[in-house]
C-alpha cells in the first residue's frame, strides 16, 4: 500500500478552479486505478500555514527523534516524509505559485527529514518518491524562461532526493479566442491516463 498526499494551494471557491478540475479528476481516477492506496489530502488553505517564526528554529533545527512529530512546523514534514508519491496542485501566480506552497516547502525543508547535511554536502532523504505537479496559466509560460514554479519544485524535490518528477500543464487559460474546453477536455485525458500508472 502507497500513501500518496495531495498537496492543493488555491484560494477559489469549490467547483471553481481549472487546476483543480484536472488535479482532482488525477486523484479520482489513481483511487480507482490504486484502490488498496491511501490518499491524504492537505488542502493548504485549510491548514495552520504561516511564515516560519523566530521560535520555530530551535525545532528545524533541533534533535529529529520524533520528541517533536507534532510540532506545528514539524508535523508537515514528518508527514511529507512519510508519504509515497506527491501530487501538487497549484496555479501559475506572477510566474511561480501561490504564496502559501512556498510557505509549506519553507514547513517540509527540514534537515533530518526531507535531507540531511554529510561531509559532502546536503543530501536528499526521499529518493523512493515520485511527484506530479499540476498547474494552470493564463499565460503560455511552459519551458519559458520566465516560468519559476515548475523549476522551483523540480529543484526543491531534487535536492530532496525526488527525481521522478512530472508536470500536467495548461497553458493559455485566460487568453480569448483559444479553445480552451477543448484542451481542457485533453489534459484531462492526459491528467486520467499518467493517474493510471502513477
Ligand atoms: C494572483 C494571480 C496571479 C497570476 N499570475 C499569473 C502569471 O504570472 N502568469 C500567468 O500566466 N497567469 C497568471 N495568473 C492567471 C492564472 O494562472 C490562471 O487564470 C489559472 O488558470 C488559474 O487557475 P485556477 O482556476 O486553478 O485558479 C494569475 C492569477 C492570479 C489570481
Redesign the pocket.
Known sequence: MSKILYIKA?I?KEG?????RISDHFVEVYKKSHPQDEVITLDLYKEAIGFLRPEDLEALYGPKDGVNRNHRVLKYAYQFAEADKYIIAA?????SFPAILKAYLDYISVTGITFKYTHEGAVGLLEHQKAVYIV????A?TDSPYEMGVRYLRTLLGFFGVQAFETIE??N??RSGTDIEKRMEEALKRAAKMAETF
Open positions: 488555491n477559489k471553481e478552479s481549472k487546476t483543480f496555479p501559475m501566480w506572477n510566474l494552470t496559466r493564463g499565460g509560460y495548461l497553458d487559460m485566460n
